[in-house]
């Protein structure tokens, strides 16, 4: 593989795992945090999985010859904890908004993983230290977790919205 493009595959990986830190603290402290013990026993069986594609994302590395850039790692935990930092309706005590904002992070974390997988599974076709029905697997599994959090997105949503619309939203003339 020529420099520049090795250059671009160590950036590539190593931005992925650092949103994948991002993402495995975000759900850590969402099956704590969640309003509803359901919500949180969901995300603590999704965690499982979050915390073992990070590890598959280091092993893939590896495989590749990409080194792990520290920094970037801790840049996405530094920006999992700024995003805390969101208004939420309450100074003091957790809002209910707040369950809904961080799915939604959450969801667009494990979208960017899934693309990720989707990619390196494309790469697989051509680099034969990607294994594709590991990738495959990788797929699989980011897909479910949205399906999940889809379901969970919706859930919290009415729960939290509903009877909250300012009169006259939602309604068609």
Known sequence: MPEVEK??????????????????????RMARSLSDPA???????????????GRALRTI???LDVPVARRRIAAGWAAEKLG????????????????LVE??????GVS?????????RDLAETTPRLDPGELDRLIGRAEGRLVR?????????????????????????
């Open 84 to 99: 805390r930092l969101k208004p939420n309706g309450r100074l003091v005590k957790r809002s209910p908004l707040s369950d």
């Open 112 to 120: 960017a993983d899934l693309a990720g997988w989707t990619v390196l």
């Open 7 to 28: 250059r671009f595959v160590e950036i590539y990986l190593n931005d992925h795992l650092a949103g994948a830190s991002a993402v495995r603290a975000l759900a850590r």
């Open 149 to 173: 959090l889809d379901r969970l997105h919706r859930r919290v949503g009415s729960a939290v919205l509903v009877g909250h619309l300012p009169s006259g939203l939602g309604r068609t003339a």
């Open 61 to 63: 590395m590896r495989s």
């Open 39 to 53: 919500d949180r026993e969901v995300l603590s069986k999704m965690l499982g999985d979050i915390e073992a594609d």
């Open 103 to 108: 799915i939604e992070a959450l969801s667009s």
